[in-house]
């Protein structure tokens, strides 16, 4: 069974940036594409990035190009989310989740269905 645990968030300032990571339990890490999600109080998650097996990504939203960056290293069995010049905004729960498709398909939960604990990441000065 594929497992997936999220570390890494945090209080950050306006501006500053924090790396999440998204710990893999399985060795076939490489047959699955994973997406890095958020979910604010009140709001429905969304789908931000996702990396392919092939390791080919995928933005899904425009609020996060140019400052979220997505990457996978299999050695440690991990994927990471780079977040830079972070806003208020980004204040949410942040989750990663697996597809049993190698390539990014759409950020629905019929695609992506293993999904790890979230870290929480909070934003503010």
């Known amino acids: 069974q594929l497992q997936l645990v999220e570390s890494g968030g945090g209080l950050v300032q306006p501006g500053g940036s924090l790396k999440l990571s998204c710990a893999v339990s399985e060795k076939t890490l490489g047959y699955y594409a994973i997406g890095w999600f958020r979910q604010a109080p009140g709001k429905e998650r969304e789908g931000l990035l996702c990396?392919?097996?092939?390791?080919?990504?995928?933005d899904y939203i425009d609020s996060v190009k140019g400052r979220f960056t997505i990457t996978r290293e299999k050695v440690n069995k991990a994927v990471y989310l780079q977040m830079n010049d972070l806003k208020s905004e980004d204040t949410a729960r942040y989750y990663c989740?697996?597809?049993?498709?190698?390539?990014?398909?759409?950020?629905?939960?019929?695609?992506?269905?293993?999904w790890g604990q979230g870290t929480q990441v909070t934003v503010s000065s």
């Open positions: 989740a697996a597809d049993h498709a190698p390539l990014c398909r759409n950020p629905t939960e019929d695609n992506f269905d293993i």
């Open positions: 990396i392919s097996k092939s390791n080919r990504t995928r």
